[in-house]
């Protein structure tokens, strides 16, 4: 009973969080720095602003920044990434991140009192429900186990048994990835994750034997995240066998916390949706569908998909934003017509979005009275069809998504044979491009549009194998069609499922991220400087056509290649997902591959 009122007594706000949070911070001699923008000024690699790092990069790498060397700030951020996870009771595409940041100043001995600190006594949470993890260290690479920091957890007050080691897949950050993903030159470091416990919440066998920080079961939540830049990757051919990462001349500390999981661990409240800023948008809801969000467990996933959806859209107007059928403005309107789809399940069928929001209202009414129209006329024309839907007519005529068109499928316990829509589509779009057929090269089976679109998908592929598998994997043959994407690799031993599920994860993320795509036609020798991914065996002209995803200088892959591709990976239309990973031949294997 105790407990109970002491966890009321002590809830918060999230203006109250983020108060104390940059307070706290700024007593210890860090200035504190507005957010930026949400829609990025000069990355053209990304569509958003996803972390608070993001914006600071530059100055992370060694660059001066104007306020000194101890910055914090709330950056506002969106992750398109996570826009089909949102529904579960933790997940977001909009939140605020607080960070605060050391350039070559202060280090770990500072970094993690300091947090351990706010959370203990300024949010006043449980030391007993707090959980950290750590870098479990690298042999091969010469990477040590990071006890230093275990041990100022331990001196701190942190139980031993509630601190636990990791590898790098998910204790380590470079920009690039794992270590063995990081090129010479690149920046990184161990981390050190902290973890809030739900003890209420029981572990289900159906994630694991044994239930950990990591695990998904939903017993803990990440809510800040310690990165130490110290290592700088060794370029092989200057080092003389020496291990393959050096010290950074500074070391440099990176957190982040979630601002919203933060406030939800104040009420000791495993649902994000219960904190503050949904409170009023919530009520909306409720007194517009008739329905109690906490007594309707099935509708919960409308709820938040609705909240968080009209948040996310609300700060995206706020930016300049508006609904289109490309890059940022794609990716707004997709957040709207999800949340009407989602209204019309709680029986609610007025535009009331922007009220809910608190704000935009043209925009939303707009937006939402035009898709309502189709909506219409779509659901209309699909109850007609009865067991045999036709998404690509659907599509093609009254412009209704096929995506909802799958979604309303699987409601209706029907399933659309989304590669033959996908074909269909590939088919009606080369209708109008039969003249560029002349220019397309690489051995494709043709020139449709998904073909194409899978052809960008194997190079993400192949960059996400290396992140997984190692730097020493490489193409050793492909089949691409319209179908499906088949390549063939170099590598000795049967993927795990755990490594299958990352390597998904990653592309997935590459085209959440819609990064441009670019050819630069260059000599071979600076080509082969770039250590671009080429064919096998083959022999290659003094000029020659590389694709990068992303900007050169920092592109997640760069290959040799004829085309043809997509001109942004948000262009690929779906999610990746490995069918088959099998044995081609002796040390080679093989995977097949689908866009659903």
Known sequence: MKLLSRAIFLSMTVNEVRSKYLAFFKARGHA??????????????????????????????????????????????????????????????FFEMLGNWSLGDYFKKEQLPWVYEFLTEELKLPKDKLWVTCFAGDEVLGLPKDTESAEIWKKIGM????????????????????PEAMP?????????????????????????????????????????????????????????????????????????????????????????????????ARVMLEKHSGKKYQVEVLLQKSFRIILDHTRAASVMFDAGLCPSNTEQGYVLRRLIRRAIREADKLGIKDAILGEIAEGHENEFRTEEMQFR????????????????????????????????????????????????????????????????????????ADHAEQTIRYHTAHHLLLKALQIVLGKDVHQRGSNITSERLRIDFSYGQKMTPEQKTEVEKIVNEKIAEAIPVIRTDMRLEDAEALEAEHEFGAVYPDTVSVYSVGPLENAFSIEFCGGPHVSNTGELKGTFKIQKEEASSAGIRRIKAVLE
Not at 48 to 64: A, D, E, K, N, R
Not at 188 to 207: L, M, N, Q, R
Request: hydrophobic fraction near 35%; proline fraction near 6%; include cysteine.
């Open 373 to 444: 129209k189709t909506l219409a006329n779509g659901m209309r024309e699909l109850t007609k069809m009865g067991d045999t839907i036709d998404a690509f007519m659907l599509f093609t005529t009254y412009g209704f998504p096929i995506e909802l068109t799958a979604e309303i499928a699987i409601e209706r316990g029907k399933k659309i044979d989304m590669d033959a829509v996908e074909k269909q589509m590939a088919d009606h779009q080369a209708l109008s491009r039969a003249g560029a057929a002349q220019k397309f090269a690489g051995g494709l």
């Open 184 to 280: 010479a030159g690149e920046p990184g470091g161990p981390d050190s994750e902290i973890f809030y416990e739900f003890t209420s919440v029981k572990h289900g066998i159906a994630f694991g034997e044994n239930c950990h920080p990591n695990c998904d079961c939903g017993r803990f939540m990440e809510i800040g995240n310690s990165v130490f830049m110290e290592y700088i990757k060794l370029d092989p051919s200057t080092s003389s066998g020496q291990a393959a990462f050096g010290k950074l001349p500074k070391q440099n500390v990176d957190f982040g916390g979630g601002l919203e999981r933060l406030t939800a661990v104040t009420l000791n409240n495993p649902d994000i949706f219960m904190i503050d800023v949904f409170d009023s």
């Open 159 to 178: 139980p031993e048994d509630h601190i636990l080691f990791y590898d790098a897949k998910k204790n380590w950050w470079s920009r690039s990835g794992t």
């Open 32 to 93: 504190i720095i507005p957010s930026a923008s949400i829609v990025p000024e000069n990355d053209p690699t990304t569509l958003f602003t996803s972390s608070g790092m993001q914006p600071l990069v530059p100055y992370l790498l060694g660059q001066s920044h104007p306020e000194g060397t101890r910055l914090a700030n709330s950056q506002l951020s969106f992750r398109a990434g996570d826009i089909e996870e949102v529904g579960d009771n933790r997940h977001t595409t």
